[in-house]
Protein backbone atom coordinates (compact mmCIF):
# COMPACT_ATOMS: atom_id res chain seq x y z
CA UNK A 1 0.00 0.00 0.00
CA UNK A 2 1.21 3.51 -1.19
CA UNK A 3 2.45 5.53 1.67
CA UNK A 4 -0.06 8.21 1.69
CA UNK A 5 -2.44 5.84 2.46
CA UNK A 6 -0.97 4.72 5.94
CA UNK A 7 -1.32 6.08 9.39
CA UNK A 8 2.32 7.56 9.38
CA UNK A 9 1.38 9.63 6.85
CA UNK A 10 -2.11 10.75 7.55
CA UNK A 11 -0.35 11.72 11.61
CA UNK A 12 2.12 13.79 9.94
CA UNK A 13 -0.67 15.60 7.73
CA UNK A 14 -2.71 16.15 10.82
CA UNK A 15 0.47 17.65 12.66
CA UNK A 16 1.37 19.79 9.60
CA UNK A 17 -2.22 21.36 8.95
CA UNK A 18 -2.06 22.28 13.00
CA UNK A 19 1.31 24.01 12.61
CA UNK A 20 1.21 25.55 9.33
CA UNK A 21 -2.88 27.25 10.51
CA UNK A 22 -1.24 28.27 14.12
CA UNK A 23 1.78 29.85 12.36
CA UNK A 24 -0.77 31.56 10.32
CA UNK A 25 -2.80 32.81 12.01
CA UNK A 26 0.11 34.17 14.47
CA UNK A 27 1.64 35.82 12.00
CA UNK A 28 -2.11 37.52 11.32
CA UNK A 29 -2.50 38.44 14.72
CA UNK A 30 1.00 40.39 15.24
CA UNK A 31 0.28 41.91 11.36
CA UNK A 32 -3.24 42.96 11.67
CA UNK A 33 -3.04 44.41 15.46
CA UNK A 34 -2.70 47.25 17.03
CA UNK A 35 -1.12 47.77 21.16
CA UNK A 36 -4.22 46.68 22.51
CA UNK A 37 -5.03 43.29 20.68
CA UNK A 38 -7.87 44.73 18.40
CA UNK A 39 -7.70 44.34 14.51
CA UNK A 40 -6.43 47.44 12.65
CA UNK A 41 -8.34 47.49 9.79
CA UNK A 42 -5.39 46.89 7.81
CA UNK A 43 -5.10 44.39 4.96
CA UNK A 44 -2.40 43.05 2.11
CA UNK A 45 -3.83 42.78 -1.52
CA UNK A 46 -2.52 38.56 -2.38
CA UNK A 47 -4.24 38.68 -6.24
CA UNK A 48 -5.72 42.67 -6.47
CA UNK A 49 -8.61 43.08 -4.54
CA UNK A 50 -9.76 38.95 -5.45
CA UNK A 51 -7.74 37.98 -2.15
CA UNK A 52 -6.21 39.89 0.43
CA UNK A 53 -5.47 39.47 4.15
CA UNK A 54 -7.27 40.84 6.67
CA UNK A 55 -8.09 40.15 10.31
CA UNK A 56 -11.33 38.74 11.86
CA UNK A 57 -12.60 37.45 15.08
CA UNK A 58 -15.07 34.52 15.05
CA UNK A 59 -16.49 34.12 18.55
CA UNK A 60 -19.31 32.11 17.49
CA UNK A 61 -19.55 28.72 16.14
CA UNK A 62 -20.08 27.64 12.45
CA UNK A 63 -20.98 30.63 10.03
CA UNK A 64 -20.83 33.27 13.14
CA UNK A 65 -23.68 31.59 14.77
CA UNK A 66 -23.31 31.79 18.86
CA UNK A 67 -23.25 28.97 21.06
CA UNK A 68 -25.29 31.51 23.69
CA UNK A 69 -28.54 30.93 21.47
CA UNK A 70 -27.87 27.16 20.82
CA UNK A 71 -27.23 26.23 24.00
CA UNK A 72 -27.80 29.19 26.45
CA UNK A 73 -26.77 26.63 29.78
CA UNK A 74 -23.42 26.15 29.28
CA UNK A 75 -20.24 27.98 28.91
CA UNK A 76 -19.20 28.48 25.12
CA UNK A 77 -16.03 26.90 25.86
CA UNK A 78 -17.85 23.88 27.23
CA UNK A 79 -20.19 23.97 24.04
CA UNK A 80 -16.85 24.08 21.79
CA UNK A 81 -15.36 21.19 23.70
CA UNK A 82 -18.26 18.82 23.78
CA UNK A 83 -18.85 19.84 20.25
CA UNK A 84 -15.19 19.00 19.24
CA UNK A 85 -15.12 15.89 21.30
CA UNK A 86 -18.24 14.44 19.28
CA UNK A 87 -17.25 15.45 16.06
CA UNK A 88 -13.30 13.98 16.61
CA UNK A 89 -15.08 10.63 17.44
CA UNK A 90 -17.25 10.19 14.74
CA UNK A 91 -14.45 11.45 12.30
CA UNK A 92 -11.77 9.28 13.85
CA UNK A 93 -15.08 6.16 13.56
CA UNK A 94 -15.39 6.78 9.95
CA UNK A 95 -11.86 6.77 9.47
CA UNK A 96 -11.93 3.60 10.89
CA UNK A 97 -14.65 2.09 8.98
CA UNK A 98 -13.14 3.40 5.20
CA UNK A 99 -12.05 0.56 3.29
CA UNK A 100 -8.49 0.58 3.70
CA UNK A 101 -8.25 0.93 -0.44
CA UNK A 102 -10.51 3.89 -0.31
CA UNK A 103 -7.20 5.71 0.19
CA UNK A 104 -9.05 9.20 -0.98
CA UNK A 105 -11.96 9.15 1.89
CA UNK A 106 -9.60 8.56 4.23
CA UNK A 107 -7.48 11.47 3.00
CA UNK A 108 -10.23 13.56 2.95
CA UNK A 109 -11.33 12.59 6.69
CA UNK A 110 -7.78 13.21 8.05
CA UNK A 111 -7.73 16.72 6.31
CA UNK A 112 -11.41 17.97 8.09
CA UNK A 113 -9.80 16.11 11.59
CA UNK A 114 -6.55 18.44 11.33
CA UNK A 115 -8.36 21.90 10.35
CA UNK A 116 -11.34 20.92 12.95
CA UNK A 117 -8.47 20.40 15.68
CA UNK A 118 -6.67 24.19 14.34
CA UNK A 119 -10.05 25.81 15.15
CA UNK A 120 -10.56 24.26 18.58
CA UNK A 121 -6.90 25.14 19.90
CA UNK A 122 -8.21 29.02 18.79
CA UNK A 123 -11.51 28.53 20.91
CA UNK A 124 -9.99 27.26 24.37
CA UNK A 125 -6.88 29.05 23.93
CA UNK A 126 -8.31 32.59 22.88
CA UNK A 127 -12.16 31.84 22.94
CA UNK A 128 -12.32 33.22 19.01
CA UNK A 129 -11.11 31.84 15.63
CA UNK A 130 -8.79 33.90 13.98
CA UNK A 131 -9.55 34.52 10.34
CA UNK A 132 -7.81 36.32 7.53
CA UNK A 133 -8.55 35.04 4.48
CA UNK A 134 -10.61 37.30 2.75
CA UNK A 135 -11.75 36.25 -1.02
CA UNK A 136 -14.31 37.92 -3.61
CA UNK A 137 -17.39 36.29 -4.98
CA UNK A 138 -19.85 36.68 -8.10
CA UNK A 139 -21.87 39.42 -6.30
CA UNK A 140 -24.68 37.78 -7.38
CA UNK A 141 -24.02 35.08 -4.93
CA UNK A 142 -22.90 38.11 -2.14
CA UNK A 143 -20.49 40.59 -1.83
CA UNK A 144 -17.58 38.93 -0.73
CA UNK A 145 -16.89 34.84 0.69
CA UNK A 146 -16.64 34.97 4.35
CA UNK A 147 -13.18 35.92 5.86
CA UNK A 148 -12.05 31.84 6.58
CA UNK A 149 -8.20 30.79 7.86
CA UNK A 150 -5.78 27.82 6.42
CA UNK A 151 -7.94 25.11 9.22
CA UNK A 152 -11.18 26.48 7.12
CA UNK A 153 -8.93 25.47 3.48
CA UNK A 154 -8.44 21.88 5.27
CA UNK A 155 -11.89 20.99 6.51
CA UNK A 156 -13.41 22.26 2.74
CA UNK A 157 -10.58 20.54 0.74
CA UNK A 158 -11.42 17.71 3.16
CA UNK A 159 -14.96 17.18 2.50
CA UNK A 160 -14.42 18.03 -0.99
CA UNK A 161 -12.16 14.95 -1.57
CA UNK A 162 -14.83 12.71 0.57
CA UNK A 163 -17.58 13.53 -1.69
CA UNK A 164 -15.78 12.99 -5.12
CA UNK A 165 -14.47 10.01 -4.21
CA UNK A 166 -16.86 8.19 -5.72
CA UNK A 167 -16.43 9.62 -8.63
CA UNK A 168 -13.08 9.49 -9.13
CA UNK A 169 -12.18 6.15 -7.66
CA UNK A 170 -15.65 5.15 -9.44
CA UNK A 171 -14.69 1.69 -9.81
CA UNK A 172 -13.04 0.63 -6.98
CA UNK A 173 -16.46 2.08 -4.91
CA UNK A 174 -18.29 -0.12 -7.48
CA UNK A 175 -16.43 -3.07 -6.21
CA UNK A 176 -16.59 -2.85 -3.07
CA UNK A 177 -20.74 -2.10 -3.01
CA UNK A 178 -20.91 -5.68 -4.86
CA UNK A 179 -18.46 -7.08 -2.12
CA UNK A 180 -20.54 -5.78 0.55
CA UNK A 181 -23.76 -6.83 -1.08
CA UNK A 182 -22.28 -10.49 -1.58
CA UNK A 183 -21.12 -10.62 2.17
CA UNK A 184 -24.96 -9.36 3.42
CA UNK A 185 -26.61 -12.05 0.90
CA UNK A 186 -24.32 -14.69 2.97
CA UNK A 187 -25.62 -13.64 6.68
CA UNK A 188 -28.71 -13.22 5.37
CA UNK A 189 -28.86 -16.72 3.79
CA UNK A 190 -31.30 -19.08 5.59
CA UNK A 191 -29.97 -22.19 6.83
CA UNK A 192 -30.65 -25.41 5.03
CA UNK A 193 -32.89 -27.99 5.59
CA UNK A 194 -29.93 -30.19 6.89
CA UNK A 195 -28.74 -27.69 9.53
CA UNK A 196 -32.10 -27.24 10.54
CA UNK A 197 -32.57 -31.03 11.55
CA UNK A 198 -29.14 -31.27 13.13
CA UNK A 199 -30.33 -28.62 15.55
CA UNK A 200 -33.18 -30.22 15.81
Known amino acids: MKFYNKWPFHLGLIVFSIVADQLTKLWA ?22 VRFQLVFNKGAAFSSRPQDLMPFLPPWVFFLLISIVATIILLWFYKSIDKRDWMSRLGVVMILGGAVGNFIDRMRL ?51 VEKEKK ?4 ETPKSEGDKGAEE
Open 184 to 187: NAVK
Open 29 to 50: LVRFTNETGAPNHDYINVIGDL
Open 127 to 177: SMVVDFIDCDFPDFVMTRFPTFNVADSFVTVGVAIVILSPVILRELHRQMK
